[in-house]
């Protein structure tokens, strides 16, 4: 079935009419292909007759090629995955795992092959029906699918045209460019030389880990996926890796077959549960709530690391207890800095400043002399000649977790306090414990507590810092593009800005997504919100009460990302005038756009695909064939797209423009020479110039040959490269050959945290989380987002996608149900009189949207459960799962004024969930 083909006959094809009109070869691998001939397809030339003799000649002609190209695919599964692509007569066949990795470490085992089905089945989905061959304009209404071909001319000139109006007229941060995986340098550059506005996904997706933020002022924590094999314990919160990390799960294996004991903490029985030794599952959203039980039972029975807790963290800082705020360097000098603290030193019997905070010159963990104690009470005299009394964080924590007994987990989790004491036990007794955090932490309300909880177990147990021990959570990136930003802009400035709140003002989510959160005191969840933008602790462009005029969607996908994107439809596609969508595939928001342009795939263009420390190569994306049809690379789209600017701009009466927040004068009568760099890459530059060039520029690729890198395909990390740089905050020292641990840098080397104390920090005395009570990691009942309804609704990464692109796959498709499901409990559906595969209607306060029930009692009572990335046209009616996805901000994101809380790209900022959402069903039959 075709999805989006109203209007567009030429688009209804088979895959052997798709490749026959995307002027190259028209053959299978069968005998009929034996009449063509390569040259013939893609030059014009008369067809040559192939001569063959028998069937052998046949099957030996099925397995020969004309080249063998490495590759592979830079969507965002954190994977280094080098491939073989097999090319005959212009057509990628197919793809076979490049299995040349070196062995990284004896005595562990091995990387070889690295792959999934989704990249074994990328050239199936080039191909495809789905695949945009042609730049198209809509005739009909927006949405109405009726389309036409038209010239790249045509569209380009037309979208030029626009953008000067609205630059003109308006301002370029009326232009919106969300970031995604898929065409970023090309479309940064862009944004960055016109000054338009670039949303990031981080939080608008609901991948900021904020509470690991929170507690050590990045989110970067990983170390070699064969480390794992280290540990003694690991615990697998909400991370399902035989779905989602497919490349490297087998570590978890043959961890398990050397004896590693494995819990997986999940509310459902997802297809990593067979892997592990026990099963945990808290109620959807409660997971903090059995992290802080487990706190509970290791303070209880003294199975905390002392030694570890003085020097790593903040539990020995004195807090005052009239005001709950920290003691100052400021509370005893008129001029003391705000960002120096206190311990009580046992030696000296008095309060001390220990090294290594924000505002200590020393910058080290080195306590030296220093005795800190972690319990007691005192009294110190302040400069006000007040005398206040002070205790230790370490004391504050242990009268917090009195309440989370196990009785009290079990209480508000569900899961039986004898099983609470049992999981806590092994993972405190284990010599080396991992917690391993899935991306689906951050998609709960309370996901910064869970995480706040969870680094507090790795403290409390001194596992931080350990080899195969400690916290895993997220990815380190690992360099990326040099060509970002033209020479011209590249002051450091730019308006890349957090998504969430950006949806939130600009996308009409505030008017449903502030109305469940019980906010404690008298300011409402918006309140917050809205203050935290107003005091610039976000940025935001345009500005509020400015409406945003041209969004152009270059591999990014809103329509379907976005929780509730059919308010986002409503409230904010009628404020625009213009829609763009760049793609390789038919997305969710090309079907909406003004015009849809056909992109290269990933085998059409060349890069480096960025790497993480999880899988420790870097990988070569090399074109292995012209781009298909009419489709085009991003780079040679934009830089035409700024060449029609270039050319009209002065006739249109716009040349020059301030920029006044960045203090920028732009020009739009310069703007295709400022993107090609004065023609140094033109629109038609070989993209393997970037490669080159990236290798040249970056320190990631010191002493790696460019020629072996070329013809390998992959070659390990030799250096840590740019761990440093602003989009990379990492803890790691990286030794070639040796499997490294996360947080080295703070516990072998003593460097401080990146935190406001310079410790892993679990008191933060901002006022807003005074007010939420939340200074400390607590338990708070999950909100009931989406309103009064008996189901949970959670959600996942799904098996069959890496991300949205390959969720209509044929392939993918045929090794499930083919089309979109709800997981439901059994008992639940037969007490409604729901058949298995019925169509039921799913519903709360905010949307409602029709699926198929698959029931299975692998899910909790309850609790209602989609694998996500499915695109809004695969359903019926048009509207997807995230109808109900009733995402509330925590106004907590919104902090960006205290120490490590302040926003960059990547790192803190509000965050969009979805898990713990209310929903009801309803039968449509009977
Ligand atoms: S999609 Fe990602 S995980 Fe799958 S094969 Fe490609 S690079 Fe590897």
Redesign the pocket.
Known sequence: MNHFTKGVNSMVQTRREFIKNASVSAVSLSLSRLSFDASAQSGGVAPATVEYGDWRDVYKNKWAWDKVVSS??S?N?N???S?KLYVKEGIVWREEQNATYKHLHKGLADDNP???Q???A?SNQMYSENRLRYPLKRVGERGSRNWKRVSWDEALTDIAKSTVEVVRDEGADRIIIPMATQGTAAKSRYANAIGGVVIEPYGDIGDAHNGASMTTGTLFHNATSDSRMMADCIIMWIYNPSSTR??DAHHLSEARYGGTTIVSVSPDQNPSHMHADYWVNPEPGTDHGMALAMAHIIVRDDLYDEGFLREQTDMPFLVRMDNKKFLRASDFEADGSDEVFYVWDRKTNKAVQPPGSMGSADKTLILGDTDPALEGKWQVNLASGESVEVTTVFELMKLSLAGNTPEYGEKVTGVGAKTLEKIAAIYANSETALIQCGWGMPKIYHGDLLQRAIFLLSALTGNTGKVGGGVFVGGIVESGSPITFPTKYFNGKHRVIPGATWLYVHGGLNKVSSRWTPVPGEKTADEYIMEGLEKGWMPIWPKPGEDPRILIECGSNLLRRTRMNHVLRENLWPKLKLVVTIDFHMSSSALESDYVLPAAGYYESSAIKYSDSASPYHVMRQQAVEPIAESRQEWWIFAELCKRIQKMAPGMGITQYEDKDLGLTRDLSDIYDVYTENGKYPEDVDTMEFVKLEMATSPAYKGIDFEEFRDKGQVNWVNEGGRRSPTSRATYEFTPGTPHADSSDQVSKKMPWFTLTGRTQFYLDHDWFLEFGEELPVYVPPPAMGGDHPFRLTCGHARWS?HSFMRDNELMLRLQRGEPIMYMNDEDAAERGIEDHEIVEVFNDVGSFKVHIKTTPLMQRYQLHSYHAWERYMFTGGHSHAAVQASQIKPLGMVGNYGHLKYSVGFYQPTNVDKGARADVRRLAG
């Open positions: 592979t695919h969507c599964c994977h280094n995955c491939w690295q792959g999934c989704k990249g074994a990328f497919i490349a890496i």
